[in-house]
């Protein structure tokens, strides 16, 4: 008996050209990080379809096959979430919050500049993530640390920001500076994208 996966492949997003042009980080730099994407992509269909073959009324060992496939589907599933997020709500102006999530901000954290410390700590103590994201259970928004791209889930809370960390979101154009890049990371927010999630999942202040 196979296991039952009835699953579409999907294809990568496209690039918004606006990513080719963000201040601080290079057309170089985000082209490699989408193709990186576009893996992530590529190798959540690869174990969807291998997943599909696998005859679990065969020898127990099929359940170690079973167990690495899985683990390996939600780091490349982790990888096409996280950064579906990431390139998204990249290419605007930055700055401090506006709208909805401004609120959401001075909820959960005092204030704009609070938030804004705490998640640049979050990213620099992070392997590879660090997440602003709505805790339904909470009731406020919460930046929640992140290694790998399937390391420390947080179950009933919604991303609103995605910092990638890892070096390859940041070494060619600041080779071990993450703080600097981080800074750039802020100065190419889209608030507004973070607004439509917000209003999109009914989050309320």
Not at 63 to 84: C, I, P, Q
Not at 97 to 121: H, N, P, T, V, Y
């Amino acid at each position: 008996m196979a296991l039952a996966y009835n699953h579409e492949e999907i294809t990568a997003r496209e690039l918004n050209p606006r990513l080719l042009e963000l201040e601080g980080i290079s057309r170089e730099t985000i082209e490699a990080h989408y193709k990186l994407y576009q893996g992530y992509v590529g190798k959540r269909n690869e174990i969807l379809g291998k997943l599909a073959e696998v005859d679990v009324s065969a020898a127990n060992q099929v359940y170690s096959e079973v167990r690495s496939l899985k683990v390996d589907l939600s780091f490349a599933v982790g990888g096409v979430k996280n950064h579906e997020i990431y390139f998204e709500h990249r290419g605007g102006d930055g700055g401090p919050a506006s709208g909805a999530i401004a609120g959401l901000i001075e909820q959960g954290f005092g204030s704009f500049d609070a938030w804004r410390a705490d998640l640049k700590a979050t990213g620099i103590a992070g392997r590879g993530w660090a997440w602003a994201a709505y805790d339904w259970d909470e009731g406020r928004l919460v930046n929640y640390i992140g290694d790998a791209q399937n390391t420390f889930p947080i179950w009933n809370a919604t991303p609103l920001v995605a910092l990638d960390v890892y070096e390859h979101a940041y070494f060619l154009d600041y080779q071990t500076d993450r703080a600097s890049y981080i800074e750039a990371f802020f100065r190419n927010l889209d608030w507004s994208v973070v607004n439509g999630w917000i209003a999109s999942y009914g989050i309320r202040s």
